[in-house]
DNA sequence: GTCTATATAGAGATAGAC
DNA sequence: GTCTATCTCTATATAGAC
């Protein structure tokens, strides 16, 4: 009954990272919102170094499995696309921001195993997003010049200062920048393959 | 001699917000890099949030100064941009942040007044590249799709994402994205006025 | 695995002397 | 204006009972 205590502590946890920073919430917060003791969130979790780098591993594995799944279900380079900004879009709507967005502005404040999964998560998202850019240039759906690599670093940078200056500016923020993302790629401004979930 | 103490504050303040986040900076840091007692900076700053709102209003009085000097100087849209973009090259050098990205990611934890004077520094900044941009533009200079202000909005955000993951990814990143934010623009991969300060 | 209790340290803030 | 001294609260973390 009672390993999905860890899962639990987990979840909540992240909520807060992402609402707060890593800086901005305590044991305290985390025990009081799931009715537990602040010494039982220790005992999965002996340091606050333990909880952030097992969260930021958390998001890199929940990453990966999310885009194996895409390649799978064998989501077009545009399906992948918009489902990734979705994703991010979803982050904006909760008035989070991103993992990633967090150890870059709290990095003194972070371990370095922190900063090191943070900085695989990025990797994992660059090399994920260029092979799509990649494989749709090829098949004729995106239109760019330069490397993909290099536009994948653009379009990820762009959607993670819009997804956090959102916060401040509004949604109609991200929304404009991400018609801004599919015009510089070559895409109609409405999707053709559908797939632009809300 | 003494009321540049509260200017000694602010200038450590500011390196201590921008480096490590609002909540990761105390009185006592402050107090203990000007070797002075936290109850000086009190005195001056009787509150955190009296503090950052100050750090927040400077900030925004030196950007419309900077912008001023630019205008006054007839510095042209491009150059604009390029000092624009060297300004947020050296925070990346400096291993700093843009407050605007403080502000975003601890949104939960500084006050209402604070998040209120990022919210006018953004809109002075967006207010200023939309300018820019579109003067450029008339002049020939810039060739974009779509409205300044839309165009002025992807500009920033993608120079804050890239000053933001540029410090776990390189500088070469926040180089990458500004080589692809000039060709988007129409501008050729080396600035034909010059200024491209280092 | 979770609790109570506690240790330690740091943060934000104030009072009052100089 | 700046100091010493102190207060209160919170955060991280551990010990040991259940």
């Known amino acids: 009954m ?88 979803r982050l904006v709507e909760a008035n989070r921001v991103c993992p990633l967005s967090v150890v870059c502005v709290e990095l003194q404040g972070v371990s370095d195993e922190m900063s090191a999964a943070a900085q695989r998560l990025l990797d994992d998202a660059l090399h994920w997003l260029e092979i799509v850019l990649e494989s749709g240039r090829e098949a004729n759906l995106f239109h760019f010049d330069g490397s993909a690599a290099a536009r994948a670093l653009v379009v990820l940078v762009t959607l993670q200062g819009a997804l956090q200056l959102a916060r401040l500016n509004g949604i109609e923020t991200f929304d404009a920048v991400r018609a801004q993302i599919r015009q510089d790629l070559g895409l109609p401004a409405i999707a053709p393959t559908g797939r632009v979930a809300s």
């Not at 305290?28 to 602040?38: G, Y």
């Not at 097992?54 to 799978?72: G, H, K, N, P, T």
């Open 2 to 89: 009672r390993q999905d205590t860890r899962q639990r502590i987990l979840a909540t946890a992240e909520e807060l990272l992402l609402s707060r920073g890593f800086q901005g919430f305590s044991y305290h917060h985390i025990a009081e919102r799931l009715d537990i003791r602040t010494a039982a969130v220790h005992y999965h979790f002996p340091t606050k170094a333990d909880l952030g780098l097992a969260l930021l591993q958390r998001y890199r594995e929940r990453f990966r499995w999310w885009a194996w799944q895409l390649r799978e279900q064998k989501v077009s380079p545009v399906g992948c696309l918009e489902h990734f900004i979705t994703l991010e879009r």
